[in-house]
């Protein structure tokens, strides 16, 4: 999917302090002339704001860490932004907004962000809503589960507004994968299918 134009189109600048010019010294300018002078050649122009919807749930593509947003998805929409500008030479600077999974299509639809990278697969359904790149990466499913199950219908965690697995039992809605794993550890969910990368951070996280 290559749509510079329309992407820029959707940009709003970013006001820079650096830019503000400088008032001209007394006496005061005769009417109908410029308060203001400014040297256009010494003033740098402002940064682009490219607005990227992001999620901060989903270790290891997104999450917070100590010094902000961190993971695959955060380092892919740096590198766009960075070729973006050496193509349109222009001084380009990313914007995160944070989404969850449930609410990510609308967000983009509704103008929110001009391009999202959140953990999103690929389904027809989600195809023919939005216009999106090639896959870049592919990964299997897997199910997670407690290390103890004793429920005869047990139950599985699923993410709001996320692709899964079919699991027989009984299913639970979450927002967050943060909210299962916390479930996970005080018994209250039997399993999770989920990709393997972020299967393997859960694994992690648990107590």
Known sequence: MAKPTLLLALMAACGSADAQPQRQPTPPPPPNEPLFDVDTEAVSPPAVCVRVCVRADVAPF???????????????ANEIVDQLSIDHKQALTPTWVVVSAAERIKRLQDGACDLMIAAFSLTPERAA???TSKVYLRTDKVLLAASKITRS????????GATGTAVAGA????????????????GEVDYV?????IAEHLMRSSV
């Open 62 to 76: 997104g999450s917070f860490g100590d010094s902000g947003l961190r993971g695959f998805d955060i380092a892919l």
């Open 129 to 131: 809503q939005l216009a």
């Open 153 to 160: 219908k047990p139950v599985v965690a699923q993410l709001e």
């Open 171 to 186: 299913p639970r809605t979450f927002r967050t994968y943060q909210d299962i794993i916390h479930a996970m550890d005080m």
């Open 193 to 197: 299918a989920t990709d393997r990368p």
